[in-house]
């Protein structure tokens, strides 16, 4: 015997959802977990991770039911609790410091010492460059740089990683 509500259209099981249909929510998981998954395990290698992310986004979906407007697609946002979610994971499981002993140090000074003329690199724009000789050069987290550039911290984030793919196309000849 199939769901009853397995025929409707996602923004309207979303609707009989919010209203306390359980059964509705039922079908937008059968529908879509299978997509969270893979969206989810395209970023992460850590199964375990996978999965917390995966169940903490439906009890997100959930909690914040309540919240969604359905002149927006439901996919749409899915997505962004999805996205949310693992920013969040990412925050959370942070690099942690390690102490480096000098047997682990770099011996040539060069390694150490010497910066990379970001002048030199044409391909950088000069928010680029800016953006780069702040976060790795100045150490300033992403906020300072938004503040600094007068830019969203998004921008800022963008700015960095588009800076990086051109230096590492430049000095290693990545492509990636």
Known sequence: MGNPFSHLEDEKLMELYKNGENMAFEVIYLRHKDRV???LDKRLSDKNAIEDIFQSIFV??????HLYDNKHPLLKWLYVICKSELLDAYKKNKVKFVQLTDDKLPTD???????INLDDIESLSLKEKKALELRYYLDEDFAQMAKTLKTSEANSRKLVSRGIKKLKIKLLGETK
């Open 37 to 39: 998954y893979s969206y």
């Open 109 to 115: 000074s060069t390694q150490t010492n010497d910066k």
């Open 60 to 65: 997100k979906f959930h909690k914040s039911r």
